[in-house]
Each structure stands twice: as structure tokens, then as C-alpha cells.
């Protein structure tokens, strides 16, 4: 099947047929806008640049997601637009060898999420919006692993979180309620078991506590200077301050 309707100066300017579509040619010939269905997976419509190199593709595939792809001179997609089967938008940015290398795009519960993948289309950087509506930045390793985050919560505080091979948070860094900048530093099972702070005042306090959470020993300093340590026994009941 082949029709041509429409020709220019002895040339085909519109061009119907099965394996190419409805195609619309410019004065030298050139496919500059087709529309047909051999298109990737399904339906689609291409746009192409004077030297007949597409650059647009509007699809729908046969999943009824519909997309929207931005070619280089090489026919190669750089970016990509689409609609995921739940309706969510999502926009994509590929390297040269069609790698994705940065995705903008929505969770199942509507969070905004921004994230950079490295050469190998893994993900190691994202930033969005935390299930609170709080705004958080995870670092991730080459295997996919959570290593650090950086996140605002609700009520002002900020956290920055340092984690594991295991995924376990080991460090906490941050400023909490009532200007308290803070550092804690958990074991392997998430157990508090030091805490570093100085108050708005500056007055700095140490902090060390055995496997059941209780403070075992306190260094601290009061706002003349004057150092103070504490000492603990396991019960409770027996204490040694100096000086």
C-alpha cells in the first residue's frame, strides 16, 4: 500500500503507507513529521530536523503509558517525559549511551523525589520531600545501600544521619530544640552510647552510656569554665564527681 497525496515542485510533500505512516516532507524531500504505527512499541508521532534525523518522538505504547522523548543528532534519547501506569508524571535525563543519569518523579504516596544516578544508572544522590512533607538528601553507595542523609523536620530540628554498610545509623549530627547543637554516636544494635552538645551558651557537655541507655559518665563545663566529672555505677547509686 503506498499513496502519495500531495506533491511540490515534482516533489512528495505528503506520503501515506503502511510501513512509514502519514509522513510530512519538506521542500528537499525530507520526512519532517510522521505519524504511524511502527513506532517503538506502538503508536507514535516523530519530528524530525532538516537533515531527516528524528528529535521528537510522542508515543503511546502498548501499556497505554504515554511518553514523550527528546533525540541528539544521533537519534539518540537524551530526555524523556512520561505518565507511569498510576497517572504519576515522571522526567528523565540520559548520557550518551542511553544511561539514565538524573530522574524527577513522584512516589506511590505523591512525594516529589529528585534523584542522580552515576555511569551505571544507580541511583547516589536524592533529594525531595521526607514522608512528612520535610525536605531530605540521601547519599547512597554503588550497591544501592542508604549512607547518609540530611533532612529539616517539622518542628525546625536538623539532622544529619551517617550510616553502615548494614544500613544502621551510626553517627547523628545536629542542632536541636532550644539552639542544642548535638552529636550522638550509636553501636551496631542502634544503642545511644555517647553524646557530644553545647547550648546556646556554649557550655559544652560529654555524655557516655552503657548498653541499657544509662548515663555512665558525664563531662561537662559551667559558664565560668570550670570542668566537672561524673561517674556513675551501674545501679545508679554510686557516684564520683570531680572536682
Not at 49 to 66: E, I, K, W
Not at 165 to 179: A, H, I, N, P, W
Amino acid at each position: 500500500f503506498r499513496r502519495v497525496l500531495f506533491r511540490s515542485s515534482g516533489r512528495e510533500r505528503v506520503h501515506i503507507s503502511a510501513e512509514r505512516g502519514i509522513e510530512l516532507r519538506d521542500a528537499r524531500g525530507y520526512g519532517r513529521l510522521r505519524l504511524g504505527l511502527d513506532i517503538d512499541d506502538g503508536g507514535g508521532l516523530v519530528v524530525s530536523d532538516t537533515a531527516n534525523r528524528p528529535r521528537l518522538r510522542l508515543l503511546v505504547g502498548n501499556d497505554g503509558v504515554p511518553r514523550v522523548e527528546l533525540c541528539d543528532a544521533d537519534g539518540r534519547e537524551r530526555a524523556s517525559w512520561a505518565l507511569g501506569e498510576d497517572g504519576a508524571p515522571g522526567l528523565g535525563f540520559y548520557d550518551a549511551d542511553g544511561v539514565p543519569r538524573v530522574g524527577l518523579g513522584t512516589t506511590d504516596n505523591g512525594r516529589m523525589l529528585l534523584s542522580f544516578m552515576d555511569a551505571s544508572g544507580r541511583i547516589r544522590l536524592q533529594q525531595g520531600l521526607g514522608e512528612q512533607g520535610a525536605p531530605e538528601l540521601k547519599l547512597q553507595d554503588a550497591n544501592g545501600r542508604p549512607r547518609a542523609s540530611l533532612r529539616v523536620r517539622d518542628d525546625g530540628m536538623c539532622l544529619l544521619e551517617l550510616r553502615d554498610e548494614d544500613g544502621c545509623t551510626r553517627t547523628m549530627v545536629g542542632v536541636l530544640q532550644e539552639g542544642l547543637a548535638w552529636m550522638g554516636l550509636l553501636d551496631g544494635q542502634q544503642r545511644f552510647r555517647a553524646g557530644l552538645g553545647a547550648r546556646k551558651d556554649g557550655r559544652p557537655r560529654l555524655d557516655l552510656y552503657d548498653a541499657e541507655g544509662h548515663t555512665r559518665a558525664t563531662l561537662h563545663m559551667d559558664d565560668r569554665g570550670a570542668a566537672t566529672l561524673e561517674l556513675v555505677d551501674a545501679d545508679g547509686g554510686g557516684r564520683f564527681r570531680a572536682p
